[in-house]
């Protein structure tokens, strides 16, 4: 059953295109208002979504962009995109700033993880989130119980710099410091 919030994304019209963020293997690209409102009324797989897409924590994503509809601008949530197949293959996306620091959450689905995907679209939400006016930090968390979640964010350049009962806490400011074997994002005209 969809909510006012699904229904009112049906009937976003579509403003400025947001520019896609391209890596060497990847595309990250602004999600459609009907996508989101099929994730979260549950209908069925679309045929460019990779057999595990949505996992669960694409249905948090887009339950999120439902509530909060201006989260489909240049600085909000995306799909990732396998370039190779084009296939979705998981979610990353920006939180509204505070206090000069945006933060970062990803996700990408079983299937496709193990192949650096996620690393490579950290590095890139996160070099992009510090061209955004007023931003001078990104941030992002972990849960402790996912290593491999803290070494993505090492690998995107951020530092730990807390942790409490259940999160890890990880930042860095502009510039982010060099990658190592991947290439910076660069923003394509969206299609």
Same mark, same amino acid.
């Given at each position: 059953?969809?909510?006012?919030?699904?229904?009112?994304?049906?009937?976003?019209?579509?403003?400025?295109?947001?520019?896609?963020?391209?890596?060497?293997?990847?595309?990250?690209?602004?999600?459609?208002?009907?996508?989101?409102?099929?994730?979260?009324?549950?209908?069925?797989?679309?045929?460019?979504?990779?057999?595990?897409?949505?996992? /669960?924590?694409? =249905?948090? $994503? @887009?339950? #999120?962009?439902?509530?909060? &509809? !201006?989260?489909?601008?240049?600085?909000?949530?995306?799909?990732?995109?396998?370039?190779?197949?084009?296939?979705?293959?998981?979610?990353?996306?920006?939180?509204?700033?505070?206090?000069?620091?945006?933060?970062?959450?990803?996700?990408?689905?079983?299937?496709?993880?193990?192949?650096?995907?996620?690393? /490579?679209?950290? =590095?890139? $939400? @996160?070099? #992009?989130?510090?061209?955004? &006016? !007023?931003?001078?930090?990104?941030?992002?968390?972990?849960?402790?119980?996912?290593?491999?979640?803290?070494?993505?964010?090492?690998?995107?350049?951020?530092?730990?710099?807390?942790?409490?009962?259940?999160?890890?806490?990880?930042?860095?400011?502009?510039?982010?410091?060099?990658?190592?074997?991947?290439?910076?994002?660069?923003?394509?005209? @969206?299609?």
């Amino acid at each position: 059953m969809a909510d006012s919030g699904v229904d009112s994304l049906r009937h976003v019209p579509q403003e400025t295109p947001v520019s896609d963020l391209t890596t060497d293997r990847l595309v990250l690209r602004s999600w459609p208002a009907d996508e989101v409102a099929a994730v979260v009324a549950g209908e069925s797989r679309l045929p460019h979504w990779a057999e595990d897409f949505p996992a /669960e924590g694409d =249905r948090v $994503i @887009a339950g #999120f962009i439902a509530e909060h &509809p !201006g989260t489909l601008g240049p600085y909000g949530q995306r799909q990732i995109i396998e370039r190779a197949t084009g296939l979705v293959v998981g979610a990353v996306g920006l939180f509204p700033p505070a206090d000069g620091t945006i933060e970062f959450g990803y996700g990408i689905v079983p299937s496709r993880r193990g192949r650096g995907y996620a690393s /490579e679209a950290a =590095r890139a $939400i @996160a070099a #992009f989130a510090l061209t955004a &006016p !007023g931003v001078h930090t990104v941030g992002a968390k972990a849960e402790l119980s996912n290593p491999a979640s803290a070494r993505v964010l090492e690998k995107t350049g951020l530092t730990r710099v807390r942790a409490d009962a259940e999160m890890a806490h990880f930042q860095a400011t502009a510039p982010l410091p060099e990658p190592s074997p991947q290439s910076p994002p660069s923003p394509q005209p @969206a299609p």
